[in-house]
């Protein structure tokens, strides 16, 4: 038998939701349709005087080469970002799920790391990467005879960034891959080292498989992460140089916005950003939900 709570009031559950609902349309919903208008419209930098437009601030986007680039900076970076930290957060877990002694502590330490700000994370990585103080840098030159130059080189400046992006998600992945190893059935992991399958194969056959709704959700979450997260990092770290070599959509948003103060242009940016994560998402959903398998 269902029991249901009864409100002998009717209007006691809609003022219990009212708080919510006016948070979330004055934090969300306004400024979402308050950027959606500002998009039409090309104002001074004052906001005093509006002209509408309609839709020739999207056309102007995509007839700029530089924001073209920064679309595919943003998919290159996102994609890797989500991949690395991904990889090296399965690893991480996998490894610390196996730890015999001393699991409780050695997971609390690995967790720590999601504590540091996004900008004192790329701060970090600058330090270690710096081409004339930093230690891995002048390593790489010694041991390698490579300059690794992330302050003059683009390339460099982007693998910076993804290196710090991803290193502070790693924790946050970590956590859900160890909470989904903890819920696999140890008596499949122990039959299948009963018919001799090696660790790897237990890994890949069973364990794997049976992450997938967290493997889905992580990367549903890390590629938004990317997208909106990681502005602090470039912000403190690149400024979207050298040569707009690190200039992502969120952080060039920003530029026109704050910098350049074409609101306009600022807006239909933003548009276009949310856009992109929406129909990203939805593929996600659509096509790689289905090989995801769900335990009941």
């Not at 269902?2 to 559950?13: C, Q, T």
């Not at 502070?168 to 970590?174: A, L, P, Q």
């Amino acid at each position: 038998m269902i029991k249901r709570s009864v409100f002998e009031n009717r209007m006691l559950p809609y003022l219990l939701i009212l708080p919510q609902v006016l948070i979330t349309a004055a934090f969300f919903y306004w400024p979402a349709f308050q950027g959606l208008g500002q998009s039409m419209m090309i104002s001074d930098p004052f906001g005093l005087h509006t002209t509408f437009v309609w839709f020739d601030n999207f056309f102007a986007l995509f007839r700029d080469p530089l924001y073209l680039r920064s679309i595919g900076i943003t998919l290159v970076f996102s994609t890797a970002t989500a991949m690395v930290s991904i990889s090296l957060g399965l690893f991480i877990a996998t490894m610390a799920n196996r730890a015999l002694k001393f699991k409780a502590l050695i997971r609390t330490l690995l967790i720590w790391p999601y504590a540091v700000a996004p900008a004192i994370s790329g701060i970090l990585w600058l330090f270690l990467l710096h081409p004339s103080y930093g230690i891995v840098s002048l390593s790489i030159k010694k041991w390698f005879g490579t300059a690794w130059n992330p302050v003059l080189n683009g390339t460099d400046a982007l693998v910076m960034i993804i290196m710090a992006s991803a290193w502070k998600e790693v924790s946050y992945n970590f956590v859900f891959f160890v909470a989904g190893m903890q819920a696999v059935p140890k008596s499949l992991i122990e039959a299948a080292a009963m018919d001799g399958a090696s660790p790897f194969r237990r890994f890949r056959s069973i364990t794997l498989p049976l992450l997938s709704p967290t493997l889905f959700f992580l990367t549903v979450m890390n590629i938004i992460y990317a997208f909106f997260e990681t502005f602090g990092v470039i912000h403190t770290v690149t400024q979207g140089g050298p040569g707009g070599a690190t200039n992502t959509m969120v952080y060039k948003v920003y530029q026109d916005g704050f910098i350049g103060l074409n609101l306009g242009s600022s807006s239909a940016q933003s548009v276009v950003l949310m856009a992109l994560i929406i129909f990203i998402t939805v593929m996600q959903f659509r096509y790689v939900e289905k090989k995801v398998q769900y335990t009941g």
